[in-house]
């Protein structure tokens, strides 16, 4: 491992992008909980702790807090449960991923237990919630999961015969999938992304999150990359895995191969946004839609944090 150099280091936080309607508080309550993850992150990162350990830490905390579409805050089912996906991935090719799981407290926990132990990359459903017991993994009675918003967010969309990302849904606060990238002071890159998914999917229905190559993506030669927005697009797209060949191969800057990435989304009908690391240190965070919650510092400078734009 080489010399640490603070100066180095990038990270980026995402809570979700949509068309979200507009809030005169600027959705206050999320870009505080974003500041202050991204906040730890940085001194961890200052400390000499690794990418792939502070992307982990970020979106742990991120499952904790009600306000995202993830762990806690997870949307519902069509069956009124709460389904978890989530990925983390190493810059040096390694990645853990769960899926349909409903009993982990903490998905990318389960997810990095998985990277760490080596054997396979990905386990879904009630396997998952077994593999978490193996792990030593905590649990949660699914009942954790159901807040009061949620609920009643699944009720009116199956009312209505409708499967609504969690930003489009015209009920309650806008609260989204959620993510990390990092590039630590040695040079390390890593992602982690965790979702609770579409509002009334359909039960096993699983989406781009935990997919290696299309929400999740890491390779210490290119980029880290954690995506949000219709998951189904982004898995025919493959984003994540096209923004580092179009690096690798066509050498693309990190701004272009975004770039081009979200319009292949675009083109088969889809909507989001990213982020995203370079292994130079450049940085992006764009979207197609009307807002994406962010934060992102790079060194030891200030956190900035966005919603709507």
Known sequence: MTDLKPQLIRFALHGGAGD??????????????????????????????TALDVVQQAVEALEDCP???????????????????????????????????????????????????????????????????????????????????????????????????????????????????????????????????????????????PIIGAGTWANNATCAVSATGHGESYIRANLAAQMHWRMALACASLEAAADEALEDVREIGGTGGLIAIAANGDMVLPHTTTGMFRASFSGDGAVATGALD
């Open 20 to 49: 979200m309607p507009p809030k005169d508080h600027g959705y206050a309550e999320q870009q505080q909980a974003m500041r202050e993850i991204a906040e730890r992150a940085q001194a961890a990162l200052i400390a000499g702790t």
């Open 67 to 209: 306000l995202f579409n993830a762990g806690h805050g997870a949307v519902l089912n069509r069956e009124g449960v709460a389904e978890l996906d989530a990925a983390i991935m190493d810059g040096d090719g390694r990645a853990g991923a769960v899926g349909a799981c409903q009993r982990v407290r903490n998905p990318v926990q389960l997810a990095r237990a998985l990277l760490d132990d080596g054997r396979h990359v990905m386990f879904a459903g009630p396997n998952a919630d077994a593999a978490a017991q193996r792990h030593g993994i905590a649990l949660a009675d699914p009942a954790y999961f159901v807040t009061e918003l949620r609920a009643a967010q699944q009720k009116k969309a199956l009312a209505s015969n409708r499967i609504v990302l969690d930003h489009d849904e015209p009920f309650g606060d806008a609260k989204g999938t959620v993510g990390a990238v990092a590039r630590d002071g040695f040079g390390n890159l890593a992602a982690a992304t965790s979702t609770g998914g579409m509002t009334n999917k359909i039960p096993g229905r699983v989406g781009d999150s």
